[in-house]
């Protein structure tokens, strides 16, 4: 099983306010179809979701933030699947749409036997294809960004995919800036190359998906970092044929 | 709390493919906008989800229905979902979407505990949405139809709602034909009346209505079947003001 995760950067255009990257996700979406093994599909929020919530100022830890705020970005998230959804099944994929509210639970904890779920739906041949979202937490009015890092995060530890793949708009992990930095072809987490090529270019959106993928890869997955504007490059580590971009060898 | 059914041919033009009715449901949302109580809302698929079930010839039995009828249904319903959810957000309200996979286990049956968060998240002052959808059953690639208004009887019994309306595009339930009948005022039933009033002009979609609206009534809910092109006819209702269209007193 490949589970794999559009980020924001690749499905939308972050610069532009709501406004999706169809061209890129169909070229994706093509080289998914390609890939014969069952496959999960998780999402960015991009110019969608991420652009309201930090609108709203809505963050990942639970705080009574507006309801129109919440449905601001619900709305959008709904948007944004849509997007992804008709681009897979116009490449002849199967998607089968699973917000996150049906593996997550009310105190923010996955619930395992739905979230297990999500993978025979992948192995019955259809594509689970899911999100981050906004989510009211606690039942009290609470509420919560929930990314799609820590998405993947949840569905690694129920699912155990043979790879897990985060596709971003750069080729993977620096030591260092983007710029002038090397790309880490494998990175060990917890090696001291590790430690030191962390701190100059690991900041925001990275520094999540790094933590998340250290996560999983301690508990013992591959995780793949690779350019999402080369689908090419994710079929080809599917594949085992070749890695351009950086890979968390399972502990 | 009041739960509402938006039928698919108040939400959409049945008799053109995917096409919904904007301006009646703007009408419909702003009238529900000025409910001042918990509010649930579940829609219908109508010219949308409805329309690739018919073409894809699946039904609520589970069956191995094709994977691209499933997807169809479910990209369908999403897309469908999002324009009553704007609708609803555009008259000031905050919805929260909610598919009914969020509710509704593999098995079919409802997740009770589940179920009683939608109640949850309507009572914070949000409003749930949720809608009939395709649905995978059992694990083995098996799937079916889960209606608008088998949704409404599941949250029905786990919410028990002070009063669920389904707002369809005829004034209720008549005595003989829509044309020529009579207008059926107050229906109870297992009565000799309600078993004269049935047998003409039952049939359909208004048959599988009645059926769960005669469950929810013997289980001592109030229902009421509405004019969904009279919004206001929904507010008066709700307020007690007055009542046109056909309730179905709880037993």
Do not use: C
């Amino acid at each position: 099983m490949l589970l794999v995760k559009l980020g924001g950067s690749v499905v939308t255009n972050k610069n532009k306010a709501l406004t999706p990257r169809r061209a890129a996700l169909d070229r994706m979406a093509d080289a998914l179809s390609r890939i014969d093994e069952p496959l999960v599909v998780v999402h960015g929020g991009g110019s969608f979701g991420h652009y309201w919530s930090v609108k709203y100022g809505m963050h990942t830890e639970p705080a009574r933030y507006g309801r129109d705020g919440v449905a601001a970005v619900k709305n959008s998230m709904v948007q944004l699947d849509l997007v992804v959804l008709e681009a897979l099944h116009g490449a002849g994929m199967a998607p089968y749409a699973v917000p996150p509210a049906v593996f997550v639970g009310e105190t923010g904890a996955p619930v395992r036997s739905r979230a297990k779920e999500v993978g025979r739906i992948a192995r019955s041949g259809m594509v689970p294809v899911t999100y981050g979202d906004a989510l009211l937490h606690g039942g009290g009015g609470d509420s919560y960004i929930l990314s799609g890092d820590r998405v993947m995060g949840m569905l690694a530890a129920a699912l155990r995919p043979r790879l897990s793949v985060f596709a971003t708009n750069v080729d993977g992990l620096y030591s260092g800036d983007v710029e002038d930095g090397e790309l880490i072809g494998e990175y060990v987490p917890g090696s001291s190359a590790a430690g030191a090529s962390r701190a100059p270019d690991v900041t925001g959106g990275m520094a999540r998906k790094v933590g998340e993928a250290e996560r999983m890869a301690r508990a013992g997955l591959d995780v793949f970092f690779v350019n999402g504007n080369r689908p090419r490059r994710i079929t080809d580590a599917a594949s085992g044929a070749a890695f351009r971009g950086t890979m968390f060898r399972g502990a």
